[in-house]
């Protein structure tokens, strides 16, 4: 079975601080993306990566950087942690370049920034 | 403009019955495939089903069916003899072209069973 975890299920950081989400898969995956979850909003993508140190924007990047050293971590950085930033963040992975690859979700992290 | 498009925010069925949940997509790519997710209240994205644009047949997967009409762009998910675990909120995405382009993701459907 494929397994993504994620750091912390819940989080409370204060404006300004800078917040490390980490996530791990165990399958050897080559992509790994984040998104965040509003109510009402869907998910949202904010960064992905299809490759070691390689990372490509999403819809929604502003406020946030990422980091992918190793293939089976994916970082998502808040460098100053804002209110607006309170939200659910999802990541995922998936095998390859077929177009038949389910994206496998982590179990979420709830951000609330103070 | 919206790629996906889940047009009923919330509905309820009764125990044991089907209900269909709707999504519309907009692509130009005549390579792309739909998903469907369910996400329990615990949080955790949950892959049920997926659809290719070639696919000649509707996919199944147990008591989960999918409505795909090409012409129309719709992607229905069949959720057949309704059950109280299958309360939750449900996902409509797709990926246009190849396997490492992200999912883009609907608002997604509140699916409430009463017993």
């Known amino acids: 079975d494929v397994k993504v975890t994620q750091s912390s299920r819940y989080l409370v950081k204060r404006t300004g601080e800078k917040v490390f989400l980490e996530c791990v898969q165990d399958?050897?995956?080559?992509?790994m993306f984040w998104y965040r979850q509003d109510p009402g909003l869907g998910l949202r993508l904010i960064y992905f990566?299809?490759?070691?140190?390689?990372?490509e924007k999403g819809d929604i990047p502003e406020g946030y950087s990422v980091s992918r050293e190793k293939k089976e971590r994916f970082s998502l950085i808040l460098e100053s942690a804002s209110t607006n930033q309170t939200s659910m963040y999802l990541c995922?992975?998936?095998?390859?370049?077929?177009?038949?690859?389910?994206?496998?979700f982590g179990p979420g992290t709830r951000l609330t920034v103070l | 403009a919206q790629k996906i498009t889940q047009t009923q925010p919330g509905m309820f069925v009764q125990e044991k019955e089907a209900v269909t949940l709707d999504c519309t997509y907009d692509?130009?790519?005549?390579?792309?495939?739909l998903f469907w997710y369910k996400q329990p209240s615990s949080g955790e994205m949950i892959f049920l089903i997926y659809?290719?644009?070639?696919?000649?047949q509707n996919a199944t997967e147990g008591r989960y069916s999918l409505n795909f009409q090409k012409a129309r762009k719709s992607a229905n998910l069949v959720i057949s003899a309704s059950q109280l675990g299958d309360s939750a909120m449900y996902f409509c995405?797709?990926?246009?072209?190849?396997?490492?382009?992200?999912?883009?993701f609907g608002k997604g459907t509140r699916l409430s069973v009463i017993a």
């Open positions: 995405a797709m990926r246009e072209g190849r396997g490492n382009t992200p999912l883009v």
């Open positions: 990566s299809y490759d070691v140190k390689m990372k």
């Open positions: 995922a992975s998936s095998l390859g370049q077929a177009s038949t690859d389910t994206q496998y």
């Open positions: 659809q290719g644009s070639y696919d000649q």
């Open positions: 692509t130009s790519d005549p390579s792309y495939g």
């Open positions: 399958m050897d995956h080559e992509n």
